[in-house]
C-alpha cells in the first residue's frame, strides 16, 4: 500500500539529484552526507508506517543497499539494462557524479560478463548525455572503448580514472579499474606491469597480491617469501580464480643471482628463427629480444657470414653483400618500428641512443613519431581553448587518453625528453584545463591534466602554479 | 617490395609465396610463379594456403605477381634469400596443460590465460 508513494518519493528524489550532479561536481563529501540523510528520512517514516510488513523492509533495504544487489546479481549475470537502471535509480553509495554515469558504470560492468554485446552502443549513448564524467563514468568509457577493440584507449581511460582522487573516485571504481588491468598485463605475461600497478597508491587486496607474487615470478630484490606470500593469498579475495598463478609463484625458487646469457654461436637460420618467435609474443620482453637482434647482427656481420653473402651477390649479379646488408638492416628496422606500432603488441623498452643494436634504432624512429603526434595533439587542445565549442565530456576523456596513451609511451621510450614534451605541451594543456574547469566545471578532468604535467614540470615557477591549480580542483 | 607489414611482411616472403628454395633459378622461379597463377585463376584451395617455416599464409593472386616482380630485382632478391633462410620458429602460446608450468631459468615467466576470467571477464 506503501511501496507505490515510496519508489515515487525515491524516483523523484533520484532525478532531483541526477539534475543537479549533471551540472556541477560537487564535492562527494558532502554529497555522501545528504544521500545518506535523505535516505535515513526515508527509512525512518515508511519504517513508522509500514509497520509489520516485512516486504517492505527488503523493499527498502534493496533501495537502501543496492551495491549488494548490483554487485552480486545484476552485473555476476551480465544483465546490462537492468544494471544500468537499478544504479541509477538506486544510486549507491561511494559515487560522486550522474546517476546515468553510476548507472553506465554498473551497465559497463555487466557487459563484461555478459556473452552478447547488443547493449554495448546504448551505454555509449548514455555516457554521452552527463556534462561532467569523473572516476565512474571513465571507467565505464574505458570498459566500452576496450570492448570496442580500441584496446590503448580503454587501458588509458581506466589507468587515468585509477589515479584520481578520492574526490572524483570512489573505491568501488578504483578497485574495478585497477583489477582489470592488472589481470589485463598478467593475461599478455606483462608482469612490471603487474607490480607497477599492485604497488600504486590505492592498492586493492587483490592486485596487491598479484604485484607480490608477480614479484616472486620474475625474481626482483623485493620479492615475498613463500609465507608471506601465503598469507596475503589466503588475506585476498578470488582465492580460488587465483591460485594457478600463487601456485607457480610459491614454486619459483629464488636464486642469489642470475648469471648473464652469453650470445651463443648460431646458425643464421637458427638466429631468425629465435628473433622470429621473440616478436611474435603478445608481449615483447625487452631483453630477449635485444639478446636474439643482438645474435642476428653478430651472425650476419660474421666473417663466414659475409663471405658467403658475397659470394651469393656475385651469383646473383646483385652488387655487393654490404648493400645487401644494409638493405637487409633497413627492413629489419622497418620490421621493427611496425611491430612497435601494433597496438596488439606491448613492449616496455628505453632508448640506448649509444646501442648499436637494431631495437633503439626503431626506438628511435618511434620516439620522433610520437613526438610529432603529441605536438598534434597538443595543438587540438590549443585550438579548442578560447572558442565556444562544448564538446561533451566523454570526448575530451577521449582525446585526453589518446593524448597521455601517446605522452606517456614517448616518456617511456626516452625519459630525458621530459623537459622537451613539457615545453611543447604545457601551455596549450594547461590553457584548456582551466578552461573545463573553470567554465564547465569539469574538475576531475581538469585535475587529471594538471597531474600529469606536474610529473613532469621541472621545480619553478611552473610547478607552483600547477600545484595550486591542482588544489583549486580539489575544493 | 614489402608486401604486408610487419611479421606478415616476413612471412610473405616471395621464396615462401612461390614455394622454391633460395637456390631456384630464375626460370624455375618464373615456372612456379606461373603454375601457382594458372592454379589460383581456376579456383583451386590448395594453392590459396601456402605453409611456410613461419605459419601458414592465404596466397592470392596479387601476392604471387608481387613475389614474382621482387624476385626479378637480383638486389632485392639477395635480401629476400637472408630473409627466407630461416628455421622452423613456432609462435603458438602453450597449451593449457602446460600454462601452468614453471619458465625455465633466465627465460620470462609464461602469461597467465586465465587472468580475465579471474575478475569475471568473458572476452
Not at chain 1, 51 to 62: H, N, Q, R, V
Not at chain 1, 84 to 111: I, K, N
Not at chain 1, 178 to 194: I, K, P, Q
Not at chain 1, 391 to 417: G, T, V, Y
Request: aromatic share 10%.
Amino acid at each position: 500500500m506503501y511501496a507505490g508513494p515510496i519508489l515515487i518519493l525515491v524516483m523523484l528524489f533520484r532525478l532531483l539529484m541526477d539534475r543537479k550532479s549533471s551540472t556541477s561536481s560537487s564535492p562527494s563529501v558532502r554529497r555522501g552526507f545528504v544521500l545518506a540523510g535523505a535516505r535515513l528520512v526515508v527509512i525512518l517514516l515508511t519504517s513508522a508506517l509500514a509497520g509489520k510488513w516485512l516486504w517492505l523492509s527488503g523493499f527498502l533495504y534493496t533501495l537502501l543497499f543496492p551495491s549488494f544487489w548490483l554487485n552480486q546479481v545484476t552485473v555476476r549475470f551480465g544483465w546490462v539494462k537492468a544494471s544500468y537502471w537499478f544504479a541509477r535509480f538506486s544510486f549507491p553509495f561511494g559515487f560522486d557524479e550522474s546517476a546515468r554515469a553510476v548507472g553506465a558504470y554498473y551497465g559497463a560492468r555487466a557487459l563484461l560478463r555478459s556473452p552478447e554485446r547488443k547493449h554495448l552502443g546504448w551505454i555509449e549513448a548514455e555516457l554521452a548525455r552527463p556534462k561532467v564524467l569523473a572516476g565512474a563514468g571513465v571507467v565505464a568509457l574505458g570498459i566500452c572503448q576496450w570492448l570496442r577493440g580500441n584496446d590503448e584507449v580503454g587501458k588509458k581511460l581506466l589507468l587515468l580514472a585509477s589515479r584520481l582522487p578520492p574526490t572524483f573516485t570512489g573505491r568501488a571504481a578504483c578497485k574495478v579499474s585497477r583489477d582489470l588491468l592488472v589481470a589485463d598485463a598478467a593475461e599478455h605475461g606483462d608482469f612490471e606491469l603487474v607490480i607497477e600497478l599492485g604497488r600504486a597508491p590505492r592498492p586493492t587486496r587483490w592486485s596487491y597480491v598479484m604485484a607480490r607474487a608477480a614479484e616472486r615470478l620474475l625474481e626482483t630484490p623485493r620479492s615475498p617469501s613463500k609465507l608471506g606470500l601465503t598469507c596475503l593469498f589466503l588475506l585476498a579475495p578470488r582465492r580460488i580464480a587465483t591460485w594457478p598463478l600463487i601456485r607457480r609463484a610459491l614454486q619459483t625458487e629464488l636464486s642469489p643471482f642470475a648469471p648473464p646469457q652469453a650470445l651463443g654461436l648460431e646458425s643464421w637460420p637458427s638466429a631468425l628463427a629465435h628473433l622470429w618467435s621473440a616478436l611474435s609474443k603478445p608481449h615483447l620482453e625487452v631483453d630477449e629480444l635485444r639478446r636474439k637482434l643482438a645474435t642476428v647482427r653478430n651472425v650476419l656481420h660474421s666473417t663466414i657470414h659475409q663471405d658467403t653473402l658475397t659470394h651469393r651477390c656475385f651469383e646473383l649479379s646483385a652488387g655487393s653483400a654490404s648493400v645487401a646488408t644494409e638493405r637487409f638492416e633497413a627492413q629489419l628496422v622497418t620490421l621493427l618500428v611496425e611491430v612497435l606500432n601494433d597496438p596488439k603488441v606491448s613492449l616496455r623498452a628505453q632508448l640506448n641512443a649509444w646501442s648499436d643494436n637494431y631495437l633503439d634504432a626503431a626506438l628511435l624512429e618511434r620516439r620522433e613519431a610520437l613526438f610529432e603526434e603529441v605536438q598534434v595533439a597538443a595543438d587540438d587542445f590549443r585550438a579548442k581553448t578560447g572558442k565556444d565549442i562544448l564538446l561533451d565530456a566523454k570526448l575530451e576523456w577521449l582525446a585526453w587518453a589518446k593524448f597521455s596513451h601517446l605522452a606517456d609511451e614517448l616518456l617511456h621510450i626516452d625519459p630525458e625528453s621530459s623537459h622537451e614534451v613539457f615545453e611543447a605541451t604545457f601551455v596549450p594543456l594547461c590553457n584548456f584545463a582551466v578552461q573545463e574547469q573553470n567554465e564547465r566545471k569539469r574538475s576531475a578532468f581538469a585535475w587529471s591534466v594538471y597531474s600529469w604535467l606536474s610529473g613532469q614540470a621541472e621545480p619553478g615557477e611552473n610547478a607552483d602554479l600547477l600545484k595550486s591549480n591542482l588544489k583549486s580542483t580539489l575544493k | 617490395m614489402i608486401h604486408g607489414t610487419g611479421l606478415d611482411a616476413w612471412r610473405q616472403n616471395p621464396f615462401f609465396v612461390l614455394e622454391v628454395p633460395t637456390k631456384a633459378s630464375r626460370s624455375e622461379v618464373e615456372r612456379s610463379g606461373q603454375k601457382l597463377l594458372l592454379l589460383l585463376e581456376m579456383g583451386n584451395k590448395s594453392a590459396q594456403l601456402c605453409q611456410t617455416p613461419l605459419g601458414p599464409i592465404e596466397r592470392d593472386a596479387d601476392l604471387v605477381r608481387g613475389a614474382l616482380s621482387t624476385l626479378r630485382d637480383p638486389e632485392a632478391r639477395a635480401v629476400w634469400e637472408l630473409w627466407a633462410n630461416t628455421a622452423s620458429a613456432s609462435s603458438e602460446q602453450p597449451a593449457s596443460s602446460e600454462q601452468d608450468a614453471i619458465a625455465a631459468p633466465g627465460e620470462a615467466p609464461r602469461p597467465w590465460l586465465d587472468a580475465r576470467r579471474a575478475v569475471g571477464w568473458r572476452r
